[in-house]
């Protein structure tokens, strides 16, 4: 699966949760593959049984908090629940009145989120003291919260709480072990000494990525064929999960510290971890590519010159495949060696990250989206670890300059922006991005675009964000919103906010959000229904907001070929159907003159009668003779509407 597909699956997972749609029960059971109870399992239960609510409390993710809710809502004792996140963003009011309208429902009210909250002065946890709503529908709700934040909010509610015990983390490795054909013997894992001192204090969640390595490490070496005794190649095994879980970080510091090593050496295991240890043709001039690009000397090393790569590989434990291909010393090496740099050489950023786009774009498909889904992971994940978005910042910026990388950054800024731990982080550090004269054209339009996709999941927020980038002064990221804004119309949901968005662009005091809104609306105004009737005349006669679209557009100095477009198609339609004729006149008609504002009468006027000119030539409905009298008709009809005449319509000429 490309990460283009996995980001699809995360915003339909989020999309989901946020919009209170039910959970499939059959996505709920895979949620619980592997599931060990916490300790205390039995006290929630007869807590949630009881009172009806429950609150989940604990410090940290991973806990087990949410898997938990599942858990008790599949399979509560009175019958089978449909379970429901409640519909929220993060800060939003919440009352049990809310639940109200849906019987037999398990909700899920879930506040772990970094920055979550919920208004000051409420009395949060009174209110869930309020069970009427869920018993007379027969529901229940478990709540899922920090600690931190219990402490504020949770007043009058400590009946309900229970403070999270997870099971022991070597019960939760035997039992993720056990899935997996990879270790037929789970209890040998368990019980080593080496990776007990390691697991003992772990949360479920971390145990859950010692596991996935483990298994990883198992299935890379189960059939390997090497003639070791089967307790060595275990305690290789074993060294090689801990490293990998301690990010090869000693494994690398000693590597690079080593007297002697030179810069092409650490270049070409640079290199060579960017491409995942993959067959690389000319890897020699690559490496001289990445010295040049740090401003090192980059004459390529000729004949045998310098070490070959068989000594290369065996340095740091790998080994050269004869395909010309690298296996690594263990899950995840190639990454650590990337994120060893980032850490250990911060001065060259940028310069690297410019090296892996100028790589990426000298590939053909389909090694150039799979070197750019290999990094984009990392770039996550150094999110993660740095509470930074510096890096990420870098990536997506280079990135979006390249038609060819661009949805790349905007799956980039998709997944950090909706990721549980980073989320709230990246969404800040954005609409900062947004403000800042430093921030290129190129990546406001991909944060456009992300902002489109992140819409579904957190509409408030992201449709402020479109209207801060429809104010920014470059044309392209205008033109970029309208796009967006045209591709979320059809969400019936988010439809009411876009109609509210664009009614307040509309008035805006900015021309740049004035030109964004008359953008957006040209791209609604193309979509055409079955009959080739404008989707935006749907009723007898025409919303306001459309007149007033329009009026807009007819204030341009200058009418843009869309504008142009979308007007010749209305008039088609209006050209073929009595119905239509009536209600498009009607609209350019109150455009141009139904309004206090007198200064640009003349202007609108003249604008429609360019468009009416326009369609007269390059219209597709009727031949052109019809056209030009039904142009003529329509042009005398929006003359005569002028309060300004006195005398019969001035002629526009060309009838």
Not at 475 to 492: R, Y
Request: proline share 5%.
């Amino acid at each position: 699966m490309n990460f283009g597909t996995l980001i699809g699956q995360v915003i339909q997972a989020a999309v989901r949760i946020h919009r209170g749609q039910p959970l499939p029960h059959d996505w709920v059971d895979e949620q619980l593959v592997g599931y060990v109870p916490p300790r205390n399992e039995g006290e929630a239960a007869a807590i949630l049984r009881r009172e009806k609510v429950l609150v989940l409390v604990a410090d940290a993710v991973g806990t087990g908090r949410w898997t938990t809710a599942l858990k008790l809502l599949r399979h509560y004792p009175d019958g089978a629940l449909t379970i429901r996140p409640v519909r929220r963003e993060a800060g939003d009011d919440f009352t049990m009145e809310g639940l109200r309208g849906q019987e037999r429902t398990g909700w899920i009210l879930d506040l772990r989120a970094t920055g979550e909250s919920v208004p000051v002065g409420r009395m949060f946890g009174r209110e869930l003291n309020d069970t009427a709503p869920l018993k007379s529908a027969e529901s229940v709700l478990i709540v899922l919260v920090s600690t931190e934040l219990w402490k504020q909010i949770g007043e009058g509610a400590g009946n309900l709480d229970v403070a999270m015990d997870p099971a022991d983390p070597a019960e939760i490795l035997t039992a993720y072990l056990g899935l997996s054909d990879a270790c037929p013997d789970p209890d040998k894992w368990k019980n080593d000494h080496r990776l007990k001192a390691h697991v003992r204090h772990l949360l479920p969640g971390q145990v859950y990525e010692w596991a996935r390595t483990i298994v990883e490490v198992a299935s890379d070496q189960s059939g390997s064929g090497s003639s070791e005794t089967p307790e060595k190649r275990f305690t290789k095994q074993v060294e090689a999960v801990i490293n990998a879980r301690l990010r090869w970080f000693e494994q690398l510091a000693e590597w690079h510290s080593r007297p002697g090593r030179t810069s092409f050496e650490r270049n070409y295991l640079l290199s060579m971890a960017v491409y995942d240890g993959s067959v690389v043709e000319d890897v020699h001039e690559k490496v001289a590519l990445l010295a040049t690009a740090f401003e090192e000397d980059a004459e390529p090393l000729r004949g045998q010159q310098g070490p070959g790569l068989v000594e290369l590989t065996r340095q740091i434990d790998a080994k050269l495949q004869p395909d010309g291909s690298i296996r690594f010393p263990g899950p995840g090496f190639a990454e650590a060696v990337v994120d060893y740099f980032w850490l250990d050489r911060p001065h060259l950023l940028d310069k690297f990250t410019k090296w892996t786009v100028d790589q990426c774009l000298a590939l053909e498909q389909p090694h150039q989206s799979a070197l750019a889904e290999r990094v984009t992971p990392w770039v996550l994940h150094h999110c993660q670890s740095t509470r930074s978005t510096r890096f990420l910042r870098s990536v997506a910026t280079r990135w979006s300059e390249n038609s060819r990388l661009l949805s790349h950054a905007v799956n980039l800024l998709v997944a950090t922006s909706l990721d549980a731990q980073i989320g709230s982080l990246t969404r800040n550090a954005i609409t900062k991005w947004i403000e800042q004269p430093k921030t290129t054209v190129a990546l406001k339009c991909a944060i456009t675009k992300a902002c489109q996709h992140l819409a579904p999941v957190h509409p408030t927020s992201m449709l402020r964000r479109l209207a801060e980038l429809a104010a920014t002064a470059e044309p392209e990221v205008g033109v970029t919103v309208g796009e967006s804004i045209n591709a979320l119309w059809d969400d019936s949901e988010l439809r009411p906010r876009l109609h509210e968005a664009l009614t307040n662009w509309l008035e805006s005091e900015k021309p740049t959000v004035q030109r964004a809104a008359g953008n957006a609306f040209l791209h609604l105004a193309m979509k055409l229904d079955d009959t080739g009737m404008p989707t935006l005349l749907s009723d007898d006669k025409a919303p306001i907001w459309v007149v007033n679209s329009w009026r807009s557009i007819l204030e341009a100095d200058d009418l843009s070929s869309l504008a142009l477009r979308v007007s010749t198609s209305w008039l088609d339609a209006s050209a073929v159907s009595p119905e239509a004729r009536e209600i498009v006149a009607d609209v350019f008609v109150r455009a141009v003159h139904d309004t206090p504002k007198e200064a640009r009468r003349g202007i609108r006027a003249l604008n429609f009668f360019r468009i009416a000119e326009n369609w007269r030539i390059l219209g597709r409905a009727l031949d052109e003779p019809t056209r030009n009298q039904e142009r003529a008709t329509i042009v005398e009809r929006v003359e005569a509407a002028d309060p300004r005449t006195v005398a019969g319509p001035v002629s526009a000429g060309g009838a």
